[in-house]
């Protein structure tokens, strides 16, 4: 409400420039609009001001629970200084720590906001459209991971970023990709295949992804159809440490870990070596990968997998219903490789528990089955896990 106020101030002395000078109690209410301008002036360069300290410390840290409060921080801050520019670009902070840290739940809503606001007024916002898109490719193959969204619904998110992404010049390369990545998900070879072709002919702009995710895509394209020769040789510069990012290979060397253990078993346990090292300080952001990791020990490592499990399942709940399967289905594979495990900062993973997720873990499944019109989830997930869940012995 405050901030209509400088507005109907200036307004106010707009249309009464002609005060008479002589006329104290005109004098008086120039003078008190202008002595309240004057204060929401300085209201406004100290919130800036502190803004612009909060956000050199958010830029410092790591993706993590402490940069997710420096994040809610900033949009806080940017609230009080009125401007609603500054308060979009607290918010674009935000999505991408919500994101970065696996908080998906609450990253559709906080773009969902950002989406409103920019349609809203697109002049006003125009200047954060390129990283409003940007953050749009991730939200709009989000919406995968819940199977409460239909494939219609998707192919409408999808139908609305070609839109603006041609409105806005941009190729569309950077949506092929997200199709393929929802076509994988949903186990749809035929899409997953086409959409990877037209990604290859895409060109690249400021809305593809980096090196290193481009690298990523290529692998786990190969991964999904099981060509392992070939998925090792697209993750050759992730290997090699030729290429990096912040999410990646850590979120590479999980799932080629478990798929070469029997192609190339020394290289899978490096894998799992390295790619277990760069997720143990950030697990929160990496909960699908912890459970591909949990798996890879149950096989060829089970001293290790309770000291894998302890400290951080109750960190690993899994924010979105896709992780969530991956989640519980390591949870039973561990119970079922070393028995109770006493979780810090949870209950105890025993019989009862572990029947319980086992019953939410089914229940999960038969929901993304009937949502994809295949059984390919169930499939995926005992075929790493080995769960014996009902009706995939």
Known sequence: MWLR????????LRTNRHLKANDPAQTTIAVVLLTILDMLSHMTAEAIHRYRD??????????????LGVAERL????????????????????????TFIG?????LVEFAWLLGKYDSDP????????????????MVSTLQDYPQFS????????DDIERRFVAAGYDLGAVWKQRCYVAMGVFNDDDVRSTFAKWQMGGNDEQSDCYACEVHFQTKYHLYFGELDEALKSARPLIDGEASCESIPHGT?????????????????????RGWTLISERIEGFAEDWAMHVEYAARHLPDEVAGMVSPHYAHVQGDTPWTRCFVESAAIRAFETVGEVQVVGGETLDQASVATIRADLTQTLS?????????????????IFGCELPGME
């Not at 909060?54 to 940069?67: H, T």
């Not at 949009?75 to 670009?89: F, K, M």
């Not at 080629?256 to 253990?261: I, K, R, S, T």
Request: hydrophobic fraction near 40%; proline fraction near 2%; charged fraction near 30%.
């Open 5 to 12: 106020i400088p507005k109907i101030c200036r307004e106010i």
């Open 54 to 67: 909060v956000l050199s410390q958010f830029q410092a840290l790591e993706y993590g629970d402490a940069k």
């Open 75 to 98: 949009v806080e801050i940017s609230r009080d200084t009125g401007l609603l520019s500054l308060e979009y670009h607290a918010r674009l902070l935000l999505v991408s720590c919500l």
């Open 103 to 107: 908080q998906k739940d609450r990253c």
């Open 123 to 138: 002049d006003y916002y125009n200047e954060f459209l390129r990283s409003l898109l940007w953050r749009y490719k991730w």
């Open 151 to 158: 494939l219609q619904d998707i192919e409408g998110r999808f």
């Open 253 to 273: 060397f999980n799932e080629l870990a478990v798929a070469l253990d029997s192609h190339s078993p020394d290289l899978a346990r490096e894998l799992h070596r």
């Open 367 to 383: 929901a993304f089955d009937a949502r994809n019109g295949n059984t390919g989830m169930s499939e995926k997930l005992n075929g």
